[in-house]
T-cell receptor, first 112, second 115 residues
Framework: KQEVTQIPAALSVPEGENLVLNCSFT??????LQWFRQDPGKGLTSLLL?????REQTSGRLNASLDKSSGRSTLYIAASQPGDSATYLC???????????FGQGTTLQVKP | NAGVMQNPRHLVRRRGQEARLRCSPM?????VYWYRQLPEEGLKFMVY????????ESGMPKERFSAEFPKEGPSILRIQQVVRGDSAAYFC?????????????FGQGTRLTVV
């Protein structure tokens, strides 16, 4: 049974700092891994999707990596801004139906 | 191209009433997923539907919950005889096709409060 874990649960950093959010999964047989952002009381915004055959994806200040053999993905945020404050969720697609298994999320606060 | 539309955004029901949550997928998407986010918990898969078919309902509670995705109209998640423990945010996602490699797009969610 696939389990997805995110560490840390919460993170507070000063503005401008580079930071890394971690995601681990127990079953390496994934189809893809997605990173989402969720603002309080809002829906999920897709940030990056990494296919199982890929190692990383980049979008602006965000870079996500995937290491299937070790069961880990990281989300790197460069030059963090207060507007980056949100909860970041990773989710693994572990079946050909596209069903996602989510981690508990990392709540990020970037202080001005 | 409008995103995934869910309504209502907020729903208050008394214990014992029925709750109906609607989800209109993105244009051209024929695959719908429902997830539930309980307070202080992560998102949990509930059900996966294609037009007129339930493909995977392994995450649905055995009683009181049902889902449909008719040929015409939105997908509906129905909760009968709601209880306080049903209070949660319910999210719908859609994708253009089946396959583990397709990207899912999420709606804003419906926040159900049972009083």
């Amino acid at each position: 049974k696939q389990e997805v874990t995110q560490i840390p649960a919460a993170l507070s950093v000063p503005e401008g700092e580079n930071l890394v959010l971690n995601c681990s999964f127990t079953d390496s047989a994934i189809y893809n891994l997605q990173w989402f952002r969720q603002d309080p009381g809002k829906g999920l915004t897709s940030l990056l999707l990494i296919q199982s055959s890929q190692r990383e994806q980049t979008s602006g200040r965000l870079n996500a990596s995937l290491d299937k053999s070790s069961g880990r993905s990281t989300l790197y945020i460069a030059a963090s801004q207060p507007g980056d404050s949100a909860t970041y969720l990773c989710a693994a697609a572990t079946s050909n139906t596209g069903k996602l298994i989510f981690g508990q999320g990392t709540t990020l606060q970037v202080k001005p | 191209n409008a995103g995934v539309m869910q309504n209502p955004r907020h729903l208050v029901r008394r214990r014992g009433q029925e709750a109906r949550l609607r989800c209109s997928p993105m244009k051209g998407h024929s695959h719908v997923y429902w997830y539930r986010q309980l307070p202080e918990e992560g998102l949990k898969f509930m059900v996966y539907l294609q037009k007129e078919n339930i493909i995977d309902e392994s995450g649905m509670p055995k009683e009181r919950f049902s889902a449909e995705f008719p040929k015409e109209g939105p997908s509906i998640l129905r909760i009968q005889q709601v209880v306080r423990g049903d209070s949660a945010a319910y999210f719908c996602a859609s994708s253009p096709g089946q396959g583990g490699n397709t990207e899912a797009f999420f709606g804003q969610g419906t926040r159900l409060t049972v009083v």
